[in-house]
């Protein structure tokens, strides 16, 4: 994005202060994300600007539609039990004409959140009991949106973990294989025949009606939840895009194969990647704590699955962008997305191995 643009852009927003500096921010795989500085008297008043990813998000509208909703309800539980609504929930800076996020021409869109302060965004936990604060936070956003009305929400990325579709698309893109990368995929995708009844275990549950639908987050990655940075305690839960109607499980499951993978998601060297079963365990007893009693039986004793689940999910996704070219994750060479995906696989493959323990 040029910095004219840039510019543009941020002068339709009712900020504070005059800006200081703005640059690209954060590690999200899907949106453009910038740290805005303003100066304002002798200090500063910081933002986040984000341009939403539009080849993702089809329907923009209704996206911002879920945030405001979901936002105004954080703030309304947040203040109802005597939390901070400035702090604990994203805020939306609103535009000089009143709208909460600003469209160039129906094909832009932009918003801006205040930043949030004194905190810390981590890629890997440094010691369990930070994956256990983050568990506990995406618990409590569990809880707090309970009380809010599930079909208000707009599904804005239709069957976003229905996992057998992600395996329909994976094998289309292997068929298709429009940049003649399947046959690099052999494996993987064999690998992936062979575990097929354990990647329909938990929609099948579903559909058999053996777990409820919840409002839950989707993207329950470790880096996007923020951290007090003095206290270390959990602070605010992020990337709201896809709050949709959605399953307990694969929130659990998510957060377990990004956070408690001993290695990073794109880790090469796959001799590093496994289960830390140290962590796997805080952030079940955080998750567990932070649902407070809401999750039934049938809902903890699949969440394992869960794990399991998101994991091979992940890893399908991944490698259907690097069959399709790398037209949906931002990446940052050639290989990115399948290397991404070979370590999902790793990672999957020490889950089967440790599968008692997790269970
Ligand atoms: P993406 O959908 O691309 O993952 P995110 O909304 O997660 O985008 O934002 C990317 C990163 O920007 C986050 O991981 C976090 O580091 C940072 N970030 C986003 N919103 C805020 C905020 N309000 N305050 C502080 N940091 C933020
Ligand atoms: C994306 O936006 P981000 O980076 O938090 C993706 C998730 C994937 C994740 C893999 C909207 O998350 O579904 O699990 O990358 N978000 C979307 O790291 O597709
Ligand atoms: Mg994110």
């Given at each position: 994005m040029s910095d004219q643009k840039i510019f543009e852009v941020l002068k339709q927003f009712r900020t504070e202060g005059v800006l200081k500096e703005v640059r690209p921010y954060g590690n999200g795989h899907i949106n453009q994300t910038f740290l805005v500085v303003n100066t304002v008297g002798d200090g500063v008043h910081r933002y986040i600007l984000q341009k939403i990813n539009r080849n993702v998000f089809?329907?923009?509208?209704?996206?911002m539609e879920n945030i405001i909703c979901v936002t105004d309800h954080m703030k309304y539980e947040i203040e109802k039990n005597g939390g901070d609504p400035e702090r604990e929930t994203l805020t939306l800076i609103s535009c000089r004409d009143g709208k909460r996020y600003y469209v160039?021409?129906?094909?832009?869109?932009?918003?801006?959140?205040?930043?949030?302060?004194?905190?810390?965004?981590?890629?890997?936990?440094?010691?369990?009991?930070?994956?256990y604060e983050s568990a506990l936070a995406f618990g409590k956003f569990q809880g707090r949106?309970?009380?809010?009305?599930?079909?208000?929400?707009?599904e804005v990325i239709p069957n976003f973990h229905h996992t057998p579709m992600r395996y329909d698309a994976l094998q289309r893109a292997a068929e298709l294989d429009a940049l003649q990368r399947a046959s690099e995929v052999r494996e993987e995708l064999s690998f992936i025949e062979s575990v097929k009844d354990r990647i329909f275990y938990c929609q099948r549950q579903l559909e058999g009606g053996r777990i409820p639908i919840r409002v839950t987050h989707n993207d329950t990655k470790l880096n996007n939840v923020l951290m007090d940075a003095v206290t270390g305690k959990s602070k605010c839960v992020i990337d709201l895009d896809t709050v949709m109607p959605g399953i307990s499980v694969f929130d659990f499951g998510d957060s377990i194969r990004f956070g408690a993978n001993a290695a990073?998601?794109?880790?090469?060297?796959?001799?590093?990647?496994?289960?830390?079963?140290t962590l796997y365990e805080a952030y079940r007893e955080g998750y567990l704590e932070g649902c407070a009693g809401r999750l039934t039986v049938r809902e903890v004793e699949l969440l394992p699955h869960g794990a399991l689940?998101?994991?091979?999910?992940?890893?399908?996704?991944?490698?259907?962008?690097?069959?399709?070219?790398d037209v949906y994750f931002k990446t940052n060479h050639a290989a990115h997305n399948l290397e991404r995906a070979r370590c999902q696989f790793a990672l999957a493959k020490d889950m089967l191995l440790k599968w008692d323990q997790m269970r």
């Open positions: 089809r329907n923009p509208d209704q996206l160039i021409e129906e094909r832009e869109y932009y918003r801006m959140y205040e930043f949030v302060e004194d905190s810390i965004c981590l890629e890997q936990a440094e010691k369990p009991e930070q994956f949106m309970t009380s809010f009305d599930a079909g208000k929400l707009h990073p998601e794109d880790e090469t060297d796959l001799s590093k990647v496994y289960l830390d079963t689940t998101m994991t091979f999910e992940c890893g399908m996704r991944f490698l259907t962008d690097y069959l399709e070219g």
